[in-house]
């Protein structure tokens, strides 16, 4: 069966850096674009990042343009998300998703990142 499990958040200071990592296996990991999601406390989901299957394009929100940076291993069937100059706005759990012809069928558990002095 598909999994996902995210790890690597923690508490950090504002603009302090972490990274986090989703580790897949259940499914052709090289086949599917992948994509970083949060959702911060009280508010709904924001599609953070995502990678095409073969890490050739990506996409960033805006909110998060040039401080993160996505990557794949689709040897390893590991996700990446570097995240440089945290803010306390980027207060979230993050989830890692697989695609699926443009939705999201399978999610992690996610993993809380707090940016906070």
């Known amino acids: 069966q598909v999994q996902l499990v995210e790890s690597g958040g923690g508490l950090v200071q504002p603009g302090g850096s972490l990274r986090l990592s989703c580790a897949a296996s259940?499914?052709?990991?090289?086949?599917?674009?992948m994509h970083w999601v949060r959702q911060a406390p009280g508010k709904g989901l924001e599609s953070v990042s995502g990678?095409?299957?073969?890490?050739?394009?990506?996409y960033y929100a805006d909110s998060v343009k040039g401080r993160f940076t996505i990557s794949r291993d689709n040897a390893k069937n590991t996700l990446d998300l570097q995240m440089n100059s945290l803010k306390s706005e980027d207060t979230a759990v993050y989830y890692c998703a697989k695609d699926l012809n443009g939705g999201l069928d399978y999610w992690g558990k996610g993993t809380l990142v707090t940016v906070s002095s």
């Open positions: 259940g499914f052709r990991f090289n086949g599917y674009s």
């Open positions: 990678i095409y299957n073969d890490g050739t394009m990506t």
